[in-house]
């Protein structure tokens, strides 16, 4: 059966479930005698072949989007890894000037205690030296009181340098404090950094870049980095550049790296005027 308000066909019992209503509907053999289908025979299999190009042309495109997210796979990878290397190279630089920091103080402390050491020696000397004498001194009264005094005093001088050390401590506690934060920050962190989807769309190159020029775009009025919003080409071959963050639109000639520019004030809704 054929219903030609639908233009659907079905069996007899479709036809009388889901085509009740419809007024247009013919048993097919006797359609077939008042219709030739021929011609719109021949248009479906045209039809048909157009759009088995379309899917495969869309499948390659497919299949190309696919090989393009695969080489972009890789870049990111490999931005991730060069990041990872960053970080190592940061953390080695902060481990190098921490072992500087402990190495320069704790040779500081070192030359303290060195002092400190010749100076006992030295004090022991003498009083090392003060009691040989007193040992070999004869019975001469005179000789032996003088040694005496002698001996009394750099025991004295010996003793005093005792009692400043004592009071006042050479060698210095050296302990060292992690950052934390440090660890803290990292154990916040899921990833390395953050990952988009955007949708790409594909479309059938209009144009085609046969060359490229580079210019240098920055006058001598400009206070900020150029930051071009828009392009227009105008029919004498004049390029204008519209310059945002300095508020200029720029003219730019096709023979010369040369750029005029006029001051434009932007409104508060930040459109040029």
Known sequence: MYCQNHDNVGCSTCMAVDHRLCKDTFYIPEFLKTHNYLDSQR????????????LTK????????????????????????QFRQ??????????NSSIDEIESKVKCIED??????????????????????LASTNTNQSEMFVYVKMAENTANVANKY???????????????QPNRAILTQLEQKKTLGTLSEKSIKTVDNLLNIK????????????????????????????????????????RLHSQTILAQTTMIYLESHGKCV
């Open 43 to 54: 248009e479906v299999q045209t039809k048909l072949k157009e759009i088995a190009k379309v």
């Open 58 to 81: 869309q499948a390659d495109r497919f299949k190309q989007d696919k090989q393009t997210l695969l080489k972009r796979k890789v870049e990111i990878l490999a931005d991730i890894r």
């Open 112 to 133: 303290k205690i060195d002092v400190v050491i010749k100076q006992l020696q030295a004090n022991k000397s003498m009083i090392t030296s003060a009691n040989d004498k």
């Open 162 to 176: 005792i009692s400043d050390i004592k009071l006042k401590s050479i060698v210095e506690d050296v302990d060292f």
């Open 86 to 95: 960053e970080i190592n190279e940061l953390l080695d630089k902060l481990e």
């Open 211 to 250: 060359g490229e020029q580079s210019y240098n775009v920055k006058v001598m009025s400009d206070k900020e980095f150029c930051n071009i919003r828009s392009v227009c080409c105008m029919e004498d071959g004049t390029i204008i550049l519209a310059d945002h963050h300095n508020r200029k639109l720029k």
